[in-house]
């Protein structure tokens, strides 16, 4: 049987002849380059069996210097984790808001402090700035509970925690 080739089909049959010829070449070439890794391997075993107590002691303290640093990698990574656990309970999340407490005096001279832990578990200070006196107050919360808080000290604990995300 005898195949026609139009002109239409011959540039395709050419290129596709062409590409074949490539990836036999590329095929001879992974081949011989995987006979040399081959051939690398065996002399580098060879050499190794044969080779005297020196080779062994230095591959054996290299083996000891890997487990060694392992070892290391897993003590940084439990210090790592015990430092992110302690830094959870840190009063890290801080806000003040500053407020007029008393009508007939002006200037924000009256503040509170929020000091919160990732958890929301932490302190208010509260400073009530009035004209013959000022009175500090420091209450506990717990999980930004804010039940006997002010208004002013509710919103610095929001504001806390706003400033965590």
């Known amino acids: 049987m ?3 080739v139009s002109d239409s ?7 596709l002849t062409i590409l074949c010829v490539l990836v036999a070449v590329f095929a001879v070439f992974i081949a011989a380059r995987a006979q040399k890794v ?3 391997a065996k002399r580098d075993y060879q050499r190794i ?3 005297d107590s020196d080779v062994v002691d230095v591959l054996l303290d290299r083996i000891s210097g890997i487990d060694a640093a392992t070892k290391t990698v897993e ?3 439990e210090l790592v984790q015990a430092t992110r656990d302690d830094v959870a309970h840190s009063l890290r999340h801080v806000a003040v808001v500053r407020y007029d407490a008393f009508r007939d005096l ?9 000091l919160l832990d990732d958890t929301g578990d ?3 200070l509260t400073s009530l700035h009035g004209r013959s006196e000022t009175q500090f107050i420091a209450k506990g919360v717990t999980q930004a509970d804010p039940e006997g808080l002010s208004p ?3 919103q610095a604990v929001e504001y806390a925690l706003k400033g965590a995300q």
């Open 38 to 40: 081959a051939r690398e």
């Open 2 to 4: 005898v195949a026609v």
């Open 75 to 77: 003590q940084l990574a």
């Open 49 to 51: 069996a044969t080779a």
């Open 122 to 124: 932490g302190m208010i």
């Open 106 to 114: 002006s200037g924000r001279l009256s503040f509170s402090v929020a």
């Open 9 to 15: 089909t011959a540039p395709v049959l050419y290129g």
């Open 152 to 154: 002013e000290e509710q």
